[in-house]
């Protein structure tokens, strides 16, 4: 006879039981949460894929007639803003903000609505009108949200209740969005800790590193292993062309920070008549803004319609020469599409409009390669608006794979967002997220946005 300390006992029995319990529970979550991660990628492919065609489409169009771009682009405009108004709250703009401003929302009814999934395909179909129409806004914005809805709906459907988790799920899924938008998964960790997160938690960082693997495995597998601007092998060496990374820094910073700074100061309102009619006739101020956008289109061969990925690309390879006022008119185009309220996000124009300056500054700097200055003018640019200067490194480090320029773009990307922050001493998806939390919930006291930027700072 077994002695009775061997003898499992009713209390014990229970213990395995609840055990077990657990670690079934456990495992069926983690599987739900791997095939969300999947669903991030798929989905992020076929944005990719149906944002090409919207362009394909405005392509088309313009070969037929490029004055047909004044009636389409404020059509598309008004129709866009008129959707989100009425239909689809919570898809204006880029997704970024949605995004973070979710993770500090105590009100998960509010978090709910924003992150829907009729709001995250309403993300994908009105960006894509907006593409078609001429808009200068790009796919990789709203990829974050659209991620951050899958993620959180897949937490739901998990029965997930506690909110630090929940959290931990929108991260997760907003980081995922942008290595599966760019198949950068290095540059979608950085992301995640430095633009959503703001710091680096131990509790929930393996849930974002395995999302991120996951969906960028899955982009892969269904694109391959691209890179978003080719290869480059550009260099700067030690001595005279590290001007053009104190150059590009600073004209970078000042660029950058004064459109961060512009969209800011718009996004508390308009003071006087402008701003009345703004609030009082959104439609028809989407549909002017079409017209001005369709006007310089005309005025640059439509080079400022889209995404600018094009123009960009063509840029960093050296491929195609652009007019020095290229990326004045597309940073102009760029203020105006986001101002007119469509969804629409900023990550590839900004990337253009940094190419775009970094080819008219390697004109001015002979002893530096126009390929590698270019390089840093992006970096310096996209820096500048996000006020992230790892973040705007490491994706731009990916998208060329380009490692021996990765300390000459740090240190352009870490100059011109000191230069920024002297312009806008709001990071800008804090700020615009910070507004998002006061329309979204007025009642309730939003928790204070302390960036990864303000941690550089001090």
Same mark, same amino acid.
Request: include cysteine.
């Given at each position: ?22 670690g ?25 894929g ?42 204006q703009?880029?997704g ?7 993770m ?86 950085v ?9 680096f ?7 974002m ?12 597998a ?21 001007l ?10 000042l660029?950058?920070g ?6 800011v100061?718009?996004?508390?309102? @308009?003071?006087? /008549? ?5 609030? &009082?006739?959104?439609?028809l101020?989407? +549909? !002017? %803004?079409?017209? $001005? *956008?369709?006007?310089i ?41 986001y101002c ?14 940094g ?13 530096t390669?126009p ?33 021996? @320029?990765?300390? /000459?773009?740090m240190?352009?990307?870490? &100059?011109a967002?000191?230069?920024?922050? +002297? !312009? %806008?001493?709001? $990071? *800008? ?20 946005l ?9």
């Amino acid at each position: 006879m077994p002695p009775a300390s061997v003898i499992p006992t009713a209390e014990s029995l229970r213990h395995l039981r609840e055990h077990a319990k657990a670690g079934t529970v456990s495992w069926r979550r983690k599987l739900m949460y791997w095939s969300g991660a999947v669903l991030v990628g798929l989905v992020a492919v076929a944005f990719a894929g149906l944002a090409d065609k919207a362009a394909h489409v405005r392509t088309t169009l313009m070969h037929i007639n490029p004055w047909l771009m004044l009636l389409v682009t404020p059509l598309g405009l008004a129709l866009s803003t008129w959707l989100t108004r009425t239909w689809f709250r919570g898809a204006q703009g880029s997704g970024i903000p949605q995004a973070i401003a979710c993770m500090h929302l105590h009100d998960m009814t509010i978090v709910d609505k924003v992150l829907a999934l009729r709001i995250a395909l309403a993300k994908i179909c009105l960006t894509c009108l907006g593409l078609l129409s001429g808009a200068s806004i790009g796919r990789e914005g709203p990829t974050v949200q659209v991620g951050a809805s899958i993620m959180h709906t897949v937490g739901r459907l998990a029965g997930l209740t506690d909110v630090t988790k929940q959290r931990a799920l929108i991260k997760a899924g907003g980081a995922a969005g942008v290595a599966a938008a760019f198949n950068t998964p290095l540059a979608g960790i950085v992301f995640g800790i430095e633009e959503l997160a703001h710091s680096f938690e131990q509790r929930t960082s393996g849930t974002m590193l395995t999302c991120v693997v996951i969906s960028g495995v899955t982009a892969i597998a269904l694109v391959g292993n691209y890179t978003y601007f080719g290869h480059t092998y550009s260099a700067v060496p030690v001595g005279a062309s590290w001007l053009a990374v104190v150059v590009c820094g600073i004209v970078g910073g000042l660029c950058g920070g004064m459109f961060s700074a512009l969209l800011v100061r718009i996004s508390r309102g @308009i003071p006087g /008549a402008f701003g009345r009619f703004i609030s &009082l006739r959104p439609v028809l101020f989407a +549909a !002017l %803004c079409g017209l $001005a *956008l369709a006007i310089i289109g005309l005025l640059c061969g439509g080079m400022t319609y889209g995404t600018g990925y094009m123009q960009a690309r063509d840029i960093i390879m050296g491929s195609d020469q652009y007019p020095a006022s290229f990326f004045l008119f597309k940073l102009l185009a760029t203020l105006i599409s986001y101002c007119s309220g469509i969804p629409g996000g900023l990550f590839a124009p900004s990337l253009s409009v940094g190419a775009g300056m970094g080819g008219w500054i390697a004109h001015f700097l002979p002893h530096t390669t126009p390929g590698a200055v270019v390089l840093l003018g992006t970096v310096a640019y996209f820096a500048a608006v996000t006020q992230s200067p790892l973040t705007a490194t490491v994706i731009v480090m990916e998208m060329c794979d380009n490692q021996q @320029i990765t300390l /000459a773009l740090m240190a352009s990307a870490f &100059l011109a967002f000191g230069v920024s922050r +002297a !312009l %806008c001493s709001h $990071a *800008l998806y804090g700020a615009l997220a910070v507004r998002f939390l006061r329309s979204a919930a007025p009642k309730q006291k939003p928790q204070p946005l302390v960036t990864a930027t303000d941690t550089h700072r001090n």
